[in-house]
């Protein structure tokens, strides 16, 4: 009895066992499964970009020509203008090219609006044709379309005038084109020519449409915000003013300096424009038609044939002539520049150093006067200064406000001395001290800091500016806050999207990315402030002029402030990968660095004497963007020098000949040296110019000097 009783209590365990372990088993796959699937989802999520266009841009009107068009024959190409202000593009076998050109407008607090209303069209002469007509109760918008009889090219003039005080997050002209994307010109400039992005923010670079004699090209817009394209309803947004290209932030004054310094405090984003009533802004561009030459020159980002470029912008908190000495010396006792065995003159990388005019903390070093009467500083200036290698600015003219005799003072002696035209604001975080900075009351006229009279009168005209880190950070989308609220999804999206752009993993397989992951997660930032790994639908401009905010001074961009933990072997060959994706990517990074600032500073150490020496990993740093640059590879300049050939850019042009050439002019009075254009080509010449020439990839670099209002042809030989 008892064995057959134990039979039967394992005939009954067994029993209740076997459905226990499936369901185990079938619970254990469908977890697995989910897990699966919720990764394998959220991977591919993470492919959709970010777009920065607007919402209703479905809603965008369609070109319906009707017989009262009026039409021009431009050259290589048919210009039409219906009365209700639609513009249609044909080629000259009455082709369409560009379906529509419709205006759109978005106010503060307002949803967009396409078109004009009351509209007036009319032909002005046998050139050209005006539209006018009123963005909805804002703005009067004159629009001149100029066509040429012997260049494929048909002008655009905007005169907006405004009839009410209005804050502009977006004006633009949106052209429809029938033909398809042909060649995309990135914000890098280097060329996407096929497995396109949904979206691009092109910065003022530019699109070609189509081929032979149904194609258009828009290359080199600097009279206008940006460009913006999507590329599947095949839109070119033609940005007059869009807000998220010229950011700047204003920090209030607060009596009790009760802003945190951690989160950017009390700042105000003010990057949207406030244009009052009856002021007025002219934007212009060109768009060509027709037979093209089949190659599009683009211009660099940096001269003399170099990929990319480095800028180190170094904030003057919590120097000393001994920290001065080992950054840039090597070590504190090295008295001159000619010694040098380290550091940033050792290694003959340019930096734009700010430094303190005035002394309220009585440390040697620590500003150019300080109530010791010393004049160690002073004298370390002068000898970098020598060596023509380094912008020095103010970092504001002392650590607290200053009043308007010493403001002066400071900015002439600094414009005498070193010819600055660079300034970086210091300390208004808390909104009490230094409130002579650009961001705090530096423009405001009817405060006792007013500074902008005392810039123009000095040409102190580049300013840096915190409104990128600033807006980055308060838009930041926090992984933690996610997972605390059990948005597990969209965390795990984030963070793919955090690494990896939309285009890097459309490019690698689930492995790569995997391994590519695993690399750049112990990278906090990015050593490219044109941001790849945001994608490149992403709107990050190098510099601006904020329209109505900042006096028409230029602005320039920092991402984050560049720090160095645990200097290592292993942080070096990080920054060695680092530094190469740079010259790959064709970037521009500017740092935001606090080099010679005493504690905690992980860039300096000291010897068995108690002196100050460079860090030797943070020497070695140094030798690697010193080796990139002795190649040929990596620009490494100051603010002053990089901005100075930005804004020369801005008044090169290009024409698009009928024989396939193409013809620059440079509009400068100056003349500008080591001019570089890449040209998609294997040999290009310019007649009566000596080129310098270099292969990177399937581009062909050239650079050269061009005089003052000089043109050159430029052609490719086949």
């Not at 009490?432 to 006229?445: H, M, P, Y």
């Not at 600032?597 to 992980?602: A, H, I, L, Y």
């Not at 002795?630 to 801005?650: A, M, P, Q, S």
Request: glycine letters at 6%.
């Amino acid at each position: 009895m008892n064995s057959i009783n134990k039979d039967k209590v394992g005939f009954f365990e067994s029993l209740f066992q076997k459905p226990r372990k499936r369901t185990i088993l079938l619970i254990a796959i469908f977890a697995f499964a989910f897990v699966v699937i919720f990764a394998i989802n959220g991977y591919y999520s993470a492919f959709k970009i970010i777009s920065y266009l607007p919402e209703n841009i479905s809603n965008s009107p369609s070109n319906k020509s009707g017989s009262s068009q009026i039409e021009i024959k431009g050259f290589g190409y048919i210009l039409g203008v219906d009365p209700d202000g639609s513009v249609i593009i044909k080629s000259m076998k009455r082709e369409v090219i560009m379906s529509d050109l419709r205006y759109y407008a978005e106010y503060e607090g307002e949803n967009g609006n396409w078109g004009l209303k009351n509209v007036f069209v009319q032909q002005t002469n046998d050139s050209t044709i005006t539209i006018k007509g009123v963005s909805p109760d804002r703005a009067v918008v004159n629009i001149a379309l100029v066509t040429h009889k012997f260049l494929p090219k048909l002008d655009v003039r905007v005169n907006t005038q405004y009839i009410v005080s209005t804050v502009v997050n977006r004006e633009a002209l949106v052209a429809a084109f029938n033909a398809p994307v042909a060649e995309v010109y990135l914000k890098n400039r280097k060329i996407d020519k096929q497995d396109f992005e949904d979206e691009y923010w092109l910065n003022k670079e530019g699109v070609r449409f189509g081929t032979d004699d149904r194609s258009a090209l828009i290359y080199h817009t600097p009279d206008i915000s940006s460009l913006q394209l999507e590329t599947t309803k095949k839109l070119l947004f033609v940005n007059l003013d869009f807000y998220l290209d010229h950011p700047f932030a204003h920090m209030p004054y607060l009596e009790k300096g009760n802003g945190k310094i951690e989160d950017g405090g009390d700042l105000i984003d003010q990057s949207k424009s406030n244009y009052s009533k009856g002021s007025e802004r002219n934007n212009s561009f060109s768009v060509n038609f027709g037979n093209l030459p089949t190659f599009t020159p683009r211009l660099m980002s940096v001269p003399f044939g170099n990929q990319a470029g480095y800028i180190v912008t170094e904030h003057a908190d919590g120097g000393n002539i001994q920290t001065q000495r080992a950054v840039y010396f090597g070590s504190e006792d090295i008295l001159k520049a000619s010694d040098a065995v380290g550091g940033f003159v050792g290694h003959k990388i340019p930096t734009t150093k700010s430094v303190f005019y005035m002394d309220s903390a009585s440390r040697s070093g620590t500003a150019i006067f300080g109530k010791q009467n010393d004049s160690s500083l002073l004298n370390f200036l002068d000898q970098i200064y020598a060596t023509g290698l380094y912008d020095l600015c103010l970092h504001t003219p002392e650590n607290l406000s200053s009043n308007r005799k010493v403001l002066e003072e400071s900015i002439s002696f600094m414009k005498y001395r070193y010819n600055a035209e660079t300034w970086i604001d210091h300390g208004f975080f808390g909104g009490l001290k230094n409130r002579e900075c650009l961001i705090a009351d530096g423009l405001d006229t009817n405060s006792i800091y007013y500074a902008a009279d005392l810039w123009k009168k000095y040409n102190t005209q580049y300013f840096w500016s915190p409104a990128v880190e600033f807006i980055e950070e308060s838009t930041r989308i926090s992984l933690t806050s996610k997972i605390k609220k059990f948005k597990f999804y969209d965390a795990y999206v984030s963070f793919w999207k955090h690494y990896l752009c939309p285009r890097d993993l459309k490019e690698m397989s689930p492995i790569e990315a995997l391994n590519e992951l695993s690399r750049r997660f112990s990278v906090q930032n990015e050593l490219n402030s044109l941001k790849p790994h945001t994608g490149d639908s992403h709107p990050t401009p190098l510099y601006w002029q904020n329209p109505t905010r900042t006096n028409n001074f230029y602005s320039w961009a920092t991402d984050y402030s560049q720090t160095y933990n645990d200097l290592s072997p292993k942080i070096v060959k990080r920054e060695l990968v680092q530094l190469t994706n740079l010259v790959n990517d064709w970037g521009v990074f500017i740092s935001h660095g606090y080099y010679v600032r005493k504690e905690p500073s992980n860039l300096l150490t000291k010897d068995q004497n108690d002196k100050w020496l460079i860090n030797p990993y943070f020497d070695e740093i140094l030798g690697l963007i010193a080796q990139k640059r002795d190649k040929g590879e990596l620009y490494t300049t100051t603010v002053r020098e990089l901005l100075d050939y930005w804004t020369e850019l801005e008044k090169i042009s290009f024409d698009y000949l009928p024989n396939g050439e193409v013809s620059i002019t440079n509009h400068n009075n100056m003349p500008i040296n080591g001019l570089s254009i890449a040209v998609r080509a294997k040999n290009v010449k310019i007649n009566g110019k000596a080129l310098t020439i270099k292969k990177v990839g399937d581009d062909t670099i050239i650079w050269f000097d061009i005089k003052g209002n000089e043109t050159v042809n430029l052609n490719v030989i086949q």
